[in-house]
């Protein structure tokens, strides 16, 4: 049987397209001619996560991820196709990690062996879980940060504006004279200072003399305690003394004996007894002072006259 050369072109054609995509899944990491298990896992955020990105098992890539499309219940979440090889065990309960975004913004799913008896089938569905990214962790890490810096911002903002409210051109000025009044105060206060330690030099003679003084009065003191004690007892037995005289009836006496003072000068004030008119008479009061004067004239006549009224003889005979 002769072969044509259309066969022959075609036979070319058809191995040319099988070569082709065999190679071309063989560069997605797709082996045609082995026999392999899809499963399916369910994630709410695939962002990083492409067609073809690895599936591994403990650092092993046994497979990739074949497609991702939303799940068909409108829920929103993403459904993704993995396909691995058949020669690897998986138990049913193990779980579909979603790494996260490494430094080149790449994924990868990771499977976390489960304790099952059983292994998965063709078309299972695994638990899935997804793992926080260098870049979500480093967000989570900021996040306060920046929310307290920008606290921080604020606040520096209120205070820049208190500060321009404030120091303004007087306010400047009032703090400069404050400054000044407080160097004056300060200058004032060595100088009473100064002059407080000349004093205490120029009198430290006189406050040790003081001192010294003081010191003698407490010996003293300390020396003749008990004579002070004597004293101080002697006193309390004066004061048991008077404390023990009766003091009432002396007070009675004396009110007696101003009364009857009282009774005599009302009677002299009334011109009764001698003293009486003597007092209140003045006619009496006129003729004891003519007597009074007379008497003073007689007795200068005589100093001066004595022989008119007085004779004495020599030889003791009477003229």
Avoid: C
Wanted: proline letters at 2%; hydrophobic letters at 40%; glycine letters at 6%.
């Amino acid at each position: 049987m002769k072969i044509t050369r259309e066969f022959k072109i075609g036979l070319l054609a058809v191995a040319a397209i099988f070569l082709f995509i065999w190679g071309l899944n063989f560069l997605k990491g797709k082996d045609i001619f082995s026999r392999q298990i899809i499963f399916y896992s369910v994630y709410d955020d695939v962002t990083g996560l492409i067609e073809s990105n690895p599936v591994s098992l403990s650092g092993v890539n046994i497979g990739q991820v074949n497609r991702i499309s939303f799940m068909p219940d409108g829920s929103g979440r993403i459904l993704v196709e993995n396909i691995i090889r058949r020669d690897v065990v998986i138990p049913d309960n193990s779980t579909s990690v979603l790494t996260g975004m490494s430094l080149t913004g790449t994924r990868e799913i990771i499977i976390s062996l489960g304790d099952s008896p059983n292994l998965i089938t063709d078309g299972d569905t695994l638990k899935s879980s997804q793992q926080t990214s260098l870049q979500d962790e480093i967000s989570q890490l900021v996040a306060p940060i920046k929310q307290r810096a920008d606290e921080l911002f604020m606040q520096v903002d209120s205070v820049m504006i208190v500060f321009q409210a404030i120091f303004n051109e007087q306010t400047r000025r009032n703090i400069v004279s404050s400054f000044e009044s407080i160097q004056n105060t300060l200058d004032n206060l060595e100088h009473t200072t100064e002059t407080l330690d000349r004093t205490i030099d120029e009198e430290s003679t006189r406050l040790s003399a003081i001192l010294y003084n003081a010191e003698s009065i407490s010996v003293n003191l300390k020396n003749n305690n008990e004579l002070i004690s004597n004293v101080i007892q002697n006193f309390s037995s004066i004061s048991d003394s008077i404390a023990a005289a009766n003091l009432q009836q002396t007070l009675l006496n004396t009110e007696e004996s101003l009364a009857n003072l009282n009774s005599i000068l009302d009677k002299v004030n009334k011109g009764e007894g001698s003293l009486g008119m003597l007092v209140n008479d003045e006619e009496l009061y006129n003729n004891m002072q003519s007597s009074s004067r007379q008497l003073e004239l007689l007795l200068e006549d005589i100093r001066k006259n004595p022989g008119s009224y007085i004779n004495i003889s020599v030889f003791g005979g009477r003229r």
